[in-house]
């Protein structure tokens, strides 16, 4: 296992993954990462199964949609690829607005996360804007939904999207504590927008602040859209989280 602390989501170089799968992993290692996370990748797994060792990566982790999916076939790609943690990117904002939804969602991937458990895997759950926006009781939703999950289920908290819905990322994740093994790192002027995005370090979020409060967590390296350079954006990233402790 690496011995990292900084991954990289790959849904940010999606097009150049789509041209060029093999020749952009090489230039993700290149930057000097040495995991990734994955998404959409169960119809690409043996592909993924000989470019990743090629390019010295490893992934940890990955992304897919697991309520209402054949987890099997998720879960059989995933333990090919040595991944390690299966998280589920995405439940409807219309569960996130009463107490009985958020209990029904986190009850589902709480059953899922059994069948993880055969595969050698552990479940988790990435969040939107909408999951910390939605408040039941004055309490962010996405913090319902953890007192109600299974302890082996663990949270990987998207901090952008976490202040996009008017949280306060590091508040949240010294209120989680443990329950997060996993951040989204990322930065901007905090709004929708993707096109908002920045490196990290060159946007408006407390990065700093954020990292020391979940220093237990992978730091993984996101963004959804960009203005420029994507790939000059996860330099940029890499050099500002090195710099500021994060070992690589």
């Known amino acids: 296992m690496s011995q990292s602390q900084l991954s990289v989501q790959l849904y940010t170089v999606r097009d150049a993954l789509a041209a060029d799968l093999g020749g952009t992993l090489r230039r993700v290692g290149e930057l000097g990462y040495r995991n990734v996370e994955l998404f959409g990748f169960v119809d690409l797994v043996d592909q993924y199964a000989e470019l990743l060792p090629a390019a010295g990566l490893l992934a940890p982790s990955a992304h897919a ?24 990117p995405h439940i409807d904002n219309a569960l996130w607005t009463t107490r009985d939804g958020v209990a029904s969602a986190a009850a589902s991937l709480n059953e899922i996360a059994k069948v993880g458990a055969g595969h050698g895997l ?10 910390t926006e939605n408040r039941i009781d004055e309490t962010p939703a996405l913090e319902i939904f953890a007192d109600h999950l299974d302890p082996a289920v663990v949270l990987e908290v998207d901090t952008y999207w976490a202040e996009v819905g008017g949280t306060s990322a590091a508040d949240l994740l010294r209120r989680l504590g443990e329950r997060v093994q996993l951040i989204h790192v990322k930065d901007g002027a905090v709004t929708r927008d993707d096109q908002d995005q920045t490196a990290v370090g060159a946007g408006d979020l407390d990065i700093l602040a954020i990292l020391a409060a979940a220093p237990q967590a992978l730091r993984v390296v996101e963004l959804d859209g960009f203005s420029g350079d994507i790939f000059d954006a996860l330099r940029d990233s890499f050099a500002y989280l090195t710099a500021n402790g994060v070992r690589a």
């Open 65 to 88: 949609r697991l309520l209402d999916q054949d987890v099997a076939v998720i879960f059989a790609a995933a333990a090919k690829l040595g991944v390690t943690t299966v998280i589920d």
């Open 122 to 131: 552990v479940i988790g759950y990435h969040n939107h804007w909408w999951e």
